[in-house]
């Protein structure tokens, strides 16, 4: 069998044991590679435990610069954890390598004749690091592993060290042990290995200035920036580190730099009720608030939201999907709370749901999230996932228009009551079903109102009269036509020649389509593409989908959750549709993507000949 | 329930307070609770409160759950914004609230229900962070508005009109003292004086302030087998203290008898006189207190008064150190970093 050679297109695994402290080399790794200039694709896969369990860092290195996973396998392994052994090794390519600690020789290893073994005695090089206990040898052996992978990849060790260097800032001793570590495995694969690895990091200027970020950093950036005040939430995977982004960004730039007071408030709420609960008191009080949650954070609320929606008291929350049902995997990703986010609570409720396709989508929406929210005065749900959420995406730059201002909806104000202004909570003055709202404490004897979720008339006056009920019911609906044209179109983009077959998708699916779409047009399959950034779906998505024989709905849930909201809101024919559906909890592959399409197509080819 | 519209409550008479507002001007909606339900009383003695305390209505926000108690907020203080949320959670979003904009006066409405059974987890919650609120909760021992069924406040043996409670009961007063409130007390809906400047004081004070409110449910849970009744609460009811609720910085000069008024100043720097009707009940005395309630309660009776102050108070936004300005009242100017510090940042994503 032929070793693969390969210059700047290859993946790397790295199986560790949880909680042995790799994640920090693994990502030293990623970002040495995008410092030399090529694009890479980074994957976190972690069990929902703190020590001892398998997780795996997986490594596009992709100079044509796909950023989706490419698949299951990889080309390179770097075994570390002996429980997953035959499973990782099952899972290199053919002619691909295998990366392990050969102190011991292997005995009753499996092994495979097709897989290049490349041996380097992690645990006798860790033992010669003087002056280190054993839990830091530990430690070190993931950089001793990352300077062998280094060398057999000829990446620039300068780079790492540089890397190494700012990660330590300021803790000498621990940079000076670092270096050392990563030069006892360079050199030792330098040695003994040499020539024997045909994989290359070749330097490259693929990258540009595009940034390498998590999306739960990057929406709790984009909170800071789109002037949320409070934050309630409740620690869920994978929707914590968006509040821990938030709380840090906050502490960089809102604490005042006289009185060294904040300008934010957050409450680590006793359980997601209360979360939501304390959002929608700063909303209603005029702070911009939002919640961070998950899956069963979304379940729990679900009693707020109806009153949110009912009351048009605004709100924005942070949908982190991860699989479910009930705790489901909670450390894998899916995009399963669809329908119940965009009905969330009992009633006829719908809301406005955002889907960003990466991390710097993450931010913009995020921010853009509280001025809908605001506008509309209903909640808003930033239907992110774990793997946008919790991966380092390579994306482009965060940019901010400083002219921008925020848009705090109708609010009507004392002058203006003063001077006589008409006002009436829940009628439609202007015709876009939006109604006006006053904040507490706004005038002294005009202008107040009583918020409440049950039935009341246009001057929010308690009312069970049917009329009124019907009235505000309606006005809902027209409030979620005026949203359509408020929120982000979705992005269509054509084949280059003409088809009758369509694809959509949304959300962290966005990489691995776009790859999926490129193979698929080298094989003669043609697809217009419509990326959904929005619920409600706006004329666009009716008018893509009716203009196509056959429509694709690529989604990671196995019900086919936004193909079911298409057909029931847009009067859509459920035969025009053809569901795409991954949900094992592993990000989508462009080439499960590939595969699935292709042979859907030569079905349909063929049932159109027949 | 009678859906015969009330007359409007019946004033002493139309004397304007400091402010120029009379009684009127803190009344709200017209009620439609039971004629004789406790819960109005308290409305009643709400509206004094506010009147004598010269508050202007719309300082206040006026929050609640589900229930008949929760529905009271529309009763009085028109002119102020309310919220009627949803059954058990108003404590989270009184909460939301107050971070918002601290500078308003907080008043949280809520029944036994509501507080000691759906809510008690937020109950516990906002009362252990210290918002800044008076917390009243109108306890009648049943759910009102569902027609009677107990609640967990109803003492074990009690009996409604159609069953007997075999659980033991929650003392909010009790798990308010547990849980840090500064500012406990417990009166009753038919005794305006003691309820009024209890009212007050609570409305004065700067932290968490919990009133458990004897309210009783005539419809429901005023039989003489019950321990909400009018005639239960009367006959057992013992009042460790009378409160008198002092405005302005003015130290007290007038001599008592050694040993029968105790004086508190609060954060605010109003004063409380209290008539100690109790020789050795100390209200600054947490465990004491808390003691005392229990012992008391063994003995069958009702322990009502200011039952616990903490004279120096914090609150939760001095834990969160969140700046003097209302948080709804900062602008982009406190509050985005603008397109420079982003570029910068960007590059340590790099
Ligand atoms: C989630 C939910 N469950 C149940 C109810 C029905 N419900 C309405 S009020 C109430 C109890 C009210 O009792 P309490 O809080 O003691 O107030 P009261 O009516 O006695 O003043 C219940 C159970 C509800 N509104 N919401
Ligand atoms: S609490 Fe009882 S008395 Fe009061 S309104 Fe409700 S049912 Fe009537």
């Known amino acids: ?610 | 329930m009678t859906y015969i519209a009330k007359p409007k409550l019946h004033h002493p008479g139309l004397k304007p307070n400091k402010l120029g507002f009379t009684h009127r001007d803190y009344e709200g909606s017209i009620s439609t609770l039971c004629a004789g339900c406790g819960h109005d009383s308290i409305s009643a003695a709400l509206i004094q409160a506010a009147y004598e305390l010269d508050l202007e209505p719309y300082r206040v926000a006026k929050m609640s759950g589900i229930g008949c108690s929760s529905k009271t907020p529309d009763y009085f203080l028109g002119n102020a914004h309310g919220f009627n949320s949803v059954h058990g959670r108003m404590p989270s979003v009184l909460t939301g609230a107050n971070l918002a904009n601290r500078d308003l006066i907080y008043l949280g409405v809520s029944g036994d229900g509501d507080s000691a059974s759906i809510g008690l987890g937020q109950f516990a919650h906002c009362v252990r962070r210290g918002v800044n609120m008076v917390y009243i909760c109108e306890n009648n021992g049943v759910y009102g508005l569902t027609k009677g069924q107990f609640s967990a406040t109803a003492d074990k043996g009690s009996r409604s009109k159609t069953a007997v409670n075999s659980d033991n009961p929650i003392d909010l007063v009790s798990l308010a003292l547990v849980l840090g409130a500064t500012f406990v007390a417990r009166s009753f809906s038919g005794d305006k004086k003691q309820l009024v400047p209890l009212l007050k004081a609570a409305i004065a004070h700067q932290g968490s302030a919990v009133l458990d409110v004897i309210s009783p449910c005539v419809q429901f849970n005023n039989n003489p087998q019950s321990t909400k009744s009018y005639d239960f609460v009367r006959e057992h009811n013992e009042a460790v203290n009378r409160l008198d609720f002092i405005e302005g910085r003015s130290p007290i000069t007038a001599d008592y008898e050694p040993g029968t008024v105790q004086v508190v100043q609060q954060h605010d720097g109003s004063f409380l006189k209290l008539s100690k009707l109790h020789a050795d009940y100390d209200p600054t005395d947490r465990a004491g207190a808390m003691a005392y309630l229990q012992a008391r309660h063994a003995a069958g009776e009702v322990v009502t008064g200011l039952l616990y102050l903490e004279e120096q108070a914090d609150d939760l936004h001095a834990g969160l150190n969140t700046t003097a300005t209302p948080l709804n009242k900062l602008t982009e100017r406190e509050l985005c970093p603008g397109s420079a510090k982003l570029a910068a940042l960007n590059d340590e994503y790099r």
């Open chain 1, 1 to 610: 069998m032929q070793p693969i050679s390969a210059v700047n297109d290859f993946v790397v695994k790295f199986a560790n044991v949880n909680g042995s402290g790799s994640a920090s080399a693994n990502e030293l790794f990623a970002r040495a590679i995008l410092r030399m200039g090529v694009p890479v694709c980074s994957r976190n896969i972690f069990p929902s435990n703190i020590q001892g369990l398998p997780t795996w860092y997986e490594v596009r290195v992709s100079g044509e610069g796909w950023l989706g996973r490419r698949g299951e396998t990889a080309d390179l392994v770097v075994a570390m954890n002996p429980q997953t052994w035959n499973k990782d090794v099952d899972s290199i390519e053919a002619g691909g390598y295998l990366l392990y600690d050969s102190t011991k020789p292997l005995t009753t290893q499996k092994l495979r004749p097709d897989v290049n073994l490349l041996g380097v005695p992690l645990t006798s090089l860790s033992n010669q690091i003087e002056g280190t206990i054993p839990r830091e040898r530990q430690l070190l052996k993931n950089v001793i592993t990352l300077g062998a992978a280094a060398q057999l990849l000829s990446m620039h060790l300068e780079i790492i060290e540089a890397l190494i260097a700012d990660q330590f800032k300021g803790k000498d001793k621990l940079i000076k042990l670092n270096y050392r570590a990563m030069q006892l495995g360079y050199d030792y694969a330098a040695a003994n290995l040499a020539g024997k690895c045909r994989l290359k990091v070749e330097k490259a200027d693929k990258v540009g200035d595009r940034i390498f970020i998590q999306g739960n950093d990057a929406a709790g950036l984009g909170a800071v920036y789109g002037g949320a005040t409070v934050c309630a939430w409740y620690p869920i995977t994978p929707s914590t580190s968006l509040a821990e982004a938030f709380t840090a960004h906050c502490k960089t730039f809102r604490v005042d730099p006289v009185t060294k007071k904040n300008n934010f408030a957050i409450v680590q709420a006793e359980d997601e009720i209360a979360a939501i609960g304390m959002v929608i008191g700063a909303n209603w009080n005029g702070a911009r608030g939002f919640t961070a949650t998950s899956g069963p954070g979304i379940s729990l609320m679900q009693e707020f939201f109806g009153l949110a929606y009912f009351a048009e008291v605004p709100a924005v929350v942070f949908d982190i999907q991860r699989g479910g049902p009930s705790t489901g995997m909670p450390t894998r990703t899916q995009q399963s709370d669809i329908l119940l986010a965009a009905y969330a609570s009992h009633g006829d409720t719908k809301h406005v749901l955002l889907f960003p396709e990466d991390p710097r989508e993450a931010f913009e929406f995020a921010a853009e999230a509280f001025d809908l929210a605001e506008r509309l005065q209903t909640p808003v749900f930033v239907m992110m996932d774990l793997d946008i959420g919790m991966n380092d995406w390579l994306c482009k730059p965060l940019t901010w228009d400083d002219s921008r201002k925020y848009d705090r909806g109708k609010i009507v104000t004392a002058e203006e009551l003063e001077a006589g202004k008409f006002f009436g909570r829940y009628t439609d003055v202007d015709g876009d079903a939006i109604p006006y709202r006053t904040l507490p404490a706004t005038h002294p004897s005009k202008g107040a109102y009583f918020t409440r979720g049950s039935s009341r008339n246009a001057m929010a006056k308690y009312s069970e009269e049917g009329a009124d009920y019907v009235y505000n019911m309606q006005r809902l609906l027209r409030k979620l036509e005026t949203a359509k044209g408020l929120v982000p179109a979705p992005v269509r983009r054509d084949a280059k020649e003409k088809t009758r077959y369509g694809a959509i998708y949304f959300g962290s699916t966005t990489p691995a389509m776009d790859e999926a779409l490129a193979v698929l047009e080298k094989h003669g399959i043609h697809l217009n593409t419509l990326r959904l950034r929005a619920f409600p779906f706006g004329e666009e998505v009716v008018d893509f989908v009716q203009a196509h024989d056959q429509v694709f709905v690529v989604e990671q849930n196995r019900d086919a959750q936004m193909q079911k909201l298409m057909v029931n809101e847009c009067a859509l024919d459920p035969a025009r549709f053809i569901s795409i559906l991954h949900y094992d909890g592993t990000p989508i592959t462009a080439r499960f993507i590939t595969q699935a399409i292709a042979e859907r197509m030569k079905v349909t080819h063929k049932e159109a000949a027949e």
